[in-house]
């Protein structure tokens, strides 16, 4: 709960400037990473979408030399600060993440052994979460995972919270690409991936946190063979 960031990641990104440690940092510690960590494979093309500056894309390459880790994200100031993460990360022989800038809506092809969606959804319209998710769905492998980490609307007070809080970052301060909030159930999203031939476990992660953590741990079926 409330981890600090590990001490390997945070020596990637002593080179940039402050204000891009500062939000690594803070978004570390706000968010479930290392929960979320626990579903993804050891080894297998692993895609981090939306991953902003790059930190948890960093660490799971780091955590394991079997996964070929790819991030990518729509704003270009944070790709080329997880860029210059990856390079410090290569030029200490460490297993490094790829990170490449996307359109919107752009889903890179697959097929994935896992794809990463941390707090993503609640930025686009409704019926680009839908198209996004069954993408998504599609591109994994038998047997791949989706994770969807996003926050519900219970608790009450912590859903209020996170309201004003995403409000401000942006609406009013820019600091995250979006035209306006749209939180959805995490049932309405695990219909979607059910639709899409996936098994469902549902977890929630805000104990601890001030914010109402969601995780969706979609399994694509292996199809039987007759």
């Known amino acids: 709960m409330n981890a600090r960031l590990p001490a390997g990641v945070r020596a990637l990104y002593a080179g940039l400037p402050a204000r891009v440690r500062a939000h690594v940092g803070v978004r570390w510690r706000t968010c479930p990473f290392p929960a979320i960590a626990a579903h993804v494979p050891e080894r297998g093309r692993i895609l981090d979408y939306g991953c902003g500056h790059g930190a948890f894309a960093a660490w799971l390459a780091l955590l394991s030399p079997g996964r070929e880790v790819v991030g990518v994200d729509i704003a270009a100031d944070k790709i ?29 092809g697959g097929p994935w052994d896992a794809i990463l969606l941390v707090d993503v ?4 319209e409704p019926r680009e979460q839908e198209s996004l998710l069954r993408g998504a769905a599609r591109a994994l492998t ?13 608790p009450r007070a912590k859903a209020l919270w996170n309201r004003f809080q995403e409000t401000l970052a942006v609406g009013v301060l820019g600091l995250t690409a979006g035209r306006r909030l749209c939180f959805l159930s ?41």
């Open 142 to 154: 038998p047997g791949g995972v989706l994770l969807v980490k996003e926050v519900a609307d219970r």
């Open 121 to 124: 959804l609640y930025l686009l």
């Open 80 to 108: 080329a600060a997880a860029r210059g993460a990856a390079l410090a990360a290569a030029g200490r022989g460490m297993n490094a993440p790829a990170f490449s800038r996307i359109g919107a809506g752009e889903l890179p």
């Open 186 to 226: 995490p049932d309405r999203h695990a219909a979607w991936l059910s639709e899409e031939g996936c098994d469902m476990v549902s977890e929630r992660l805000d104990r601890g946190y001030a914010h109402p953590h969601h995780l969706l741990v979609a399994r694509k079926r292996v199809s039987k063979s007759r």
